[in-house]
């Protein structure tokens, strides 16, 4: 039962990481690569890292050039994924790793996003309580952000259990390849090398009402994030530090509890034995999520720190994760839990 | 007026900060030097970049070879420092970048450092409300730790005009050099770059209480510290997150004029225009901290970054800066806010 | 036909990343797992990437844990492999990461280790002519070192065609991991981040010799090798530029077709298209060699540079590559070409 | 004395480093800054660690902007500093960054830059033999390639005393900001760190003629050079692996000597004691060019190894150097030898 996949924006880092990963997927062939800026393009000399595909030049990202396949992996710009898929059948699978369909809120959407909202498609977090049914059968599916996926992954335990007060403060160091390929000085290697700097301070990053949404859902009220990237010296990884207010009388114990119940049979996210903290070196190049959790208990505060890689598990390998589910395969096909170190 | 200087410890990376910048100060000629690990070894083995001192030889660390200086910097291992203290002058300028002497609660000093309280010394922060009156003729000078500096620095003009809950989250990233010279495995170049890790979660970090002095001054009520250190890819620097609830009622413009108010006059402390972040690049090997500040109206939360070199401003730096207070000299002689970058 | 592979020396770079690698061979059963230095510990805490193998306890290595398997891997300090490959059956394949056995030269061996030469196994560079029949039903197999393996990939084509004078220059920059995990005050991430360093100039690195063994073999005749290494601040991946002076009358169209002839076949060298040169996130992570080569006419020197991973092609990659081969499975099984980036 | 100096093209890293050295300089006041694409922005917002300049407001780069300075320092891009240079007036100090000046052979800058050749200006390298004298009341200076800095230091000695056979081999490791500010794909940290990338192989690099000239006039007759670039991860910092046969009869003695010689009384290039190689962390910021040099007698060449930072004594502190000399100033004023490590 081989699907034939096609991937919008090969030439991109998250197209390239798609690629990575389809190529070891035992159930998947790689079709159509598409990249409007390097139509024509051998993808050897864009991603040279990908030596088996040295060879596939890229097609512009056309409807006839994305037909004829059984999924359809988006990997473009924010706000170009509603118009290509209203453009493929409702039989293709498409997964879109843009942000376009991500947020139940409209009015949350255009005031972080300045758009009209195109709607919202099954979130694909299979972790997130709820979300592994609405993606079985899918055809659509919606690839969190990579910030949202660290740091959901490392609440929601809390806020499922009702351990913590609705108020998350969230600070999360991420690798440059999140910021994407397009070249802009303050990306530049002699830049970032050396410097940490934060970035959409205050509240003004687009994932902060991701993550509000996500935490809110599991913990059945509304929750405020106070959310702080920070650009790492790193190409990839994330290190979300979060943390939130315990309810009062909550113990070391009920919080390790509500850890280990959550991740349990998870094949990707993983708690660490206890007093284990998670780098993002362990799980560089892979999909694993490695997460720790402490009370606090002089400032009385749930401190969760998860780590990913921002292209795989953040990007990536979610998206082949939910493709997985939504066709029926065993979830873990084709990924991996073992990271590139050192 | 030139002043004698001796450093003990001169091979680790504290005193070969405090090395680079007294070779630029035009009132210090530099004595004697000692590191016991190293006796008998020349420092341009040891520190190749001081290429001035390469021929210096250094000494063990005794009353005998750090007698007959004017000023004493100690950069030794946590607790050696009083010993050596008690044995030279009441006259001798003896400044400290340990911690023996940075706390003034003794059962917080036990808590978390397990052995018995040496005392408190003026604490060398002189941009902290009532520090700089305290270091003008002292002899005894307690360097403060690099994390507290970039905190304290951060959250103390909020506290102070009372717009923050006493509740302060800091979530800070440090280059490797603060973990120093010791050589151990996870400080290997290859574990650390490409990776961000956490350490001392939950509130053990033995900065932690020395944030929670800095900040209960200024707001003149007990402050309770959530604080995170992470190891970053890079060799110097501290970007410190930090936030704390508003109070109610508290306007953005509330806390651009304290911020304003707080650092108006101050030589190195620096609140960056609106809308400008700071970076740990803007400050490498320089004395300058770079700050900025924003309220998250909708998480109500104060949200302010500072970004300082952690063995300039945030050790060597401040010590030379508060030796040139005690002695009466300007307070920027021999400091630069110029970084090194890219 | 599942072999059954034992891991000494579990817990260091090589061994690491062998067990990255078995992990995803179809053919392969992991067994026992030793480190000296670590038994009795998990793997889960050393070696936190491989998060299958989490809760995997280190033995000592001692002959009877590593009996009753059909594949020991020696990831030993050098000096250590021949007691240990002694008391092993000659039905085992002993696949030895280490330089024992590497040189055919018991005077060279002498003279760079200053030890009794303890023999010659097969040695593990299947590119190099010669070397894949030697290691068809191997039972013993020397894996090169990671220099000479870039070295060799990039200058044995011209050797081979007689295109180049029996001189080479080699200045190859290599990232930390392949100084190891035993930590060492100029391997500290604070060190190397941010810094070039040579090191064992003027022909006193070990891998000299190997060089020239291979070159020389390509050649037919002796040929000097001038090697420098240099440390590059990244933890993994060798880049090696190497020249010689061509012979006269070569022209730029013999060159490339000497090269072209070398790696037609080849499941793992490449030479990249004319114009395209490698770099080492290319290959990151996988066992993957990129080539390139060019005649600098002016002044008549043939200019080759390969870009490798030292851990993967250059220690454990090429040391599964090479089991393949003995134990008669396909040569590429569970290896890959695809690079980790960006 | 003070000398009013103007800096054009303020907001690249060549005109960053210039300011940084001139901020410290006591004899130079700084006046107009330019730069043609940021004109009309304050420099604080390009250049956040020039600390004391933030509000500084960069002109256009026009005749009018840097008339009525002492020293005009340019840092453009190639070919517009002719134009420039041309309107200033005889008596103004025009110190060129750019390669416009530094060739002596019409041919070779034709062949190598595509454009007519400009005219040749003293060159600021004051240790090569020959260039101080000429130095000494030049009103025009070609500030000196980092890499031909890099390569000359290091080289040139064992020319001058008929050493080394006329055939050099030059391999180096260069920082990242030696490609500048413009923002290109591969020079996003992304794709820089983690990765050692070479460039411009086979003598295509515009430096390979400077190289050449700078040899052949050291050594009395023609020496050909092939020069491989390559892009190291890291911000800062040349590393040059340099080397050449050894004539016959040459010694270790006689290599030693002839550096001791060509050293002994620069203040900037020091010759490391026998047995210390530089590194590129010991410079960084720095002035100061540390040299080692060794016999290989087994291969019979002579190895010598340069570590230089690019933007200092590559580029803006060879620029003040040259500038102390002509305007009969002591040649180090504002400049240090001290590097900022770790």
């Known amino acids: 039962m081989t699907m034939r996949a096609a991937v919008a924006g090969a030439s991109g880092y998250a197209g390239g990481e798609l690629l990575r990963l389809l190529l070891g997927h035992p159930e998947v062939e790689i079709g159509t690569l598409t990249g409007n800026m390097n139509a024509g393009q051998l993808l050897g000399s864009l991603q040279p890292h990908l030596t088996p595909l040295a060879d596939r030049e890229l097609a512009a990202t056309t409807t006839d050039a994305l037909a004829g396949h059984d999924v359809v992996f988006l990997a473009l710009p924010h706000g170009q994924s509603a118009a290509v898929a209203e453009e493929l059948g409702p039989d293709v699978l498409v997964v879109d790793c843009g942000a376009d369909f991500r947020l139940q809120n409209a009015a949350a959407w255009e005031t972080y996003y300045g758009s009209p909202h195109a709607g919202t498609w099954p979130y694909g977090l299979p972790e997130l309580p709820g979300c592994r049914p609405e993606l079985r059968k899918a055809t659509r599916i919606a690839v969190p952000g990579c910030y949202p996926t660290a740091a959901s992954l490392a609440l929601f335990p809390a806020y499922a259990e009702r351990l913590a007060e609705p108020e ?10 999140g910021a994407g390929k397009a070249p802009k000085p303050h990306l530049l290697g002699s830049e970032v090398m050396g410097s940490m700097s934060p970035y959409g301070v205050g509240g003004s990053h687009r994932h902060t009402p991701e993550m509000a949404q996500n935490l809110g859902a599991a913990a059945g009220e509304p929750v405020s994030v106070s959310f702080t990237p920070t650009l790492a010296p790193m190409p990839r990884g994330i290190l979300a530090t979060c943390s939130a207010k315990a309810r009062p009388g909550v113990t070391a114990e009920d919080v390790r509890a509500a850890y280990e119940k959550a991740f349990a049979d ?23 999520a490695h997460i720790q959790v402490a009370l606090d208990d002089s400032a009385r505060r749930i401190v969760a720190i998860s780590a990913i890689d921002n292209l795989t598990k953040g990007t990536a390998g979610g998206a082949v994760q939910s493709m997985n589910i939504a066709l029926g395969l065993p979830e873990e096909l084709g990924l991996s839990t073992i990271g590139v170190a050192p």
Chains 1, 2, 3, 4 share one sequence.
Request: no cysteine; proline share 9%; net charge negative.
């Open 168 to 177: 998350a403060v969230v600070v999360a160091a991420s690798g440059t390849s």
């Open 266 to 288: 998870e094949p990707f996210a993983r708690l660490l034995p206890e007093g284990q903290w998670p780098n993002t070196a362990a799980v560089y190049g892979s999909n694993a």
